[in-house]
């Protein structure tokens, strides 16, 4: 039982490229979410995705995509990379929509933009 | 709406000395309340959480986190410090009715503590 999952670890961009971020868990969760992680601000909700087929924007959308290819994996994509997005990016599942369900969080991504 | 603040960003203790790391909340409703840690370079782990009941809540590795309705407080104590504990840690919350099902998180404190 891995848990949550995410590849790469470490990536850097150039201006202007494009990439994506993979997440997959293996817990049979219904929720999956992209969060990124700037000094002093917390984390941060980019997307999420209530159930398979469906996704939400969150707090910070612009300049990312995601899919949630099925119930397993969620990506996040980066269509023009900018220096504003180099960050550590986390991705986390919980069981359901159940409002007490705790999330389990990826060991992230740390991605650098030059 | 609801949101929630950790009013310190740096907490330091001595090993062996009790900690309190701080967490006050706001929601429209009841809330469901998450402590979770974060060690370098690690994703957060839940430590414990407040979901109704008996206000001091138990978790992983020694810590508690009391629920103060009155304060809408949630602060998280542990009786003895060790170094491993320092990390990161942050403070969640949700509402229990209405509005989103997404979680609100603290920014986060520091805990130092010192051999």
């Known amino acids: 039982n891995a848990g949550v999952t995410q590849t790469p670890k470490f990536q850097v961009l150039k201006t202007g490229q494009s990439m994506t971020l993979q997440c997959a868990q293996d817990?049979?969760?219904?929720?999956m979410y992209w969060y990124r992680q700037d000094p002093g601000m917390g984390l941060r909700l980019i997307y999420y995705?209530?159930?398979?087929?469906?996704?939400d924007k969150g707090e910070v959308p612009n300049g990312y995509n995601v899919s949630r290819l099925n119930k397993r994996e969620f990506s996040l994509r980066l269509e023009s990379a900018a220096p504003s997005q180099t960050s550590v990016y986390f991705c986390?599942?919980?069981?359901?929509?159940?409002?007490?369900?705790?999330?389990?969080f990826g060991p992230g991504t740390r991605l650098t933009v030059t | 709406a609801q949101s929630v603040a950790q009013p310190e960003d740096q907490v330091n203790v001595a090993e062996g000395n009790p900690l309190t790391v701080k967490c006050t909340y706001s929601v429209s409703g009841n809330p469901y309340l998450f402590w979770y840690v974060q060690y370098p370079n690690r994703g957060l782990q839940f430590l414990l959480k407040?979901?109704?009941?008996?206000?001091l809540v138990k978790g992983s590795y020694g810590f508690e986190a009391e629920f103060n309705k009155s304060q809408t407080s949630f602060h998280l104590k542990k009786p003895s410090a060790l170094v491993s504990d320092s990390a990161l840690y942050f403070c969640?919350?949700?509402?229990?009715?209405?509005?989103?099902?997404?979680?609100?998180f603290g920014r986060g404190t520091s805990l130092i503590v010192h051999p």
């Open positions: 407040y979901i109704t009941g008996d206000n």
């Open positions: 986390a599942s919980s069981s359901n929509r159940d409002r007490y369900s705790e999330q389990y």
């Open positions: 995705s209530a159930s398979e087929g469906t996704t």
């Open positions: 817990m049979n969760h219904n929720s």
């Open positions: 969640a919350v949700r509402d229990m009715s209405g509005g989103s099902y997404i979680p609100t």
